[in-house]
């Protein structure tokens, strides 16, 4: 598939997972704005979002960690108005009678009605394309539909999310420290770095690798840094282990960031008893680490630095804070998670 031409000139949706933060559609309007910063947003609900732009949505789909679902937009009516409005809908301008086709509904309000209104997505496809096949195990096609409040949204794609967080959880690696993120979190931070395929990301507290493991994996070069050889080893040990490639895993200082410049940085800063931090606080690492930061980027581009929520970070010099969240981990941690663009 060409991710560079949109197959449709209208919307693209989007049903984003229910984590209860701003990080899912955070997260959705940076991998946007990375390909196409004109698109237009219209929010239905806090889990689903339109959007007007350039851009193929299998490229949101292909690197996200909180979209559900997504594709082409085709049309939004009531729901009590699907089986009148559904008839409307030209299928055969993007799929054939040789099309396998699938139909999946996504029932965002109370009631449970999601197979009867698969039926007549199914029902209605077949009346356009009498030889379209069904295939719920392997669809060329997968015709999308979300009730959300009195709204139905249909839309359609031929993308299936296989995103393997399970394979690449912490304690499934090579190198394990209690310290590592979870991959679907780590993804998340790097989508909100802005970075694109081929560019260069920086993580000065690798830990585990990750964030890089992510970045590389979503096509970014990558270059990690630690104080610790322990974690440097560790790290490589786990990017060779998904035979994933870096620029180079330092052992050093972040303090001491390379010379060379890099694209985007996005960063775990080392806290709590499990942290390689050498003994620094963290609020005294997270302020010498930004001032050092600074230089390394080029303006306009973001720095995502992850810390606990009881650390203010308000004002940072030659830095602009684009945006904050709040990811709640567990009774005694809530990350905070705060964008830098540099000025």
Known sequence: MDYSKPMLANGRFFLLSGEESTLPMAELVAIVETYDD???????????????????????????????????????????????????????????????????????SSRALSERFEAIIGSAVKRRLPDAKVSLKDPQQIIIGIIVNDNFIIGFTDHTKRRGWRLRRPRARPFFHPSALYPKFARGLVNLSRIKEGEVLLDPFCGTGSILMEAALIGANVIGMDVSMKMCRGTLNNLRYYALESLGIVNSDAMLLPARRVDAIATDIPYGRCASSRGIKTQNLLQKFISQAEGTMPRGRC???????????????????????????????TRAITVLKRK
Do not use: Q, W
């Open 38 to 108: 004109k698109a237009k947003f219209e929010t239905i609900d806090k889990r689903v979002a339109i959007v007007y732009g350039e851009f193929h949505p299998n490229l949101i789909l292909r690197r996200s960690a909180y979209v559900n679902a997504g594709g082409y937009l085709l049309t939004i009516c009531g729901v009590e108005d699907l089986e009148r409005s559904i008839d409307t809908i030209a299928f055969e301008e993007f799929m054939d009678d040789s099309t396998s086709f699938a139909a999946s509904v996504f029932n965002l």
């Open 303 to 333: 720095c995502v630095i992850v810390y606990p929520n009881t650390i203010e970070l308000d004002e940072v010099d030659g830095f602009e804070v684009k945006e904050k969240h709040e990811f709640y981990v567990h009774r005694t941690l």
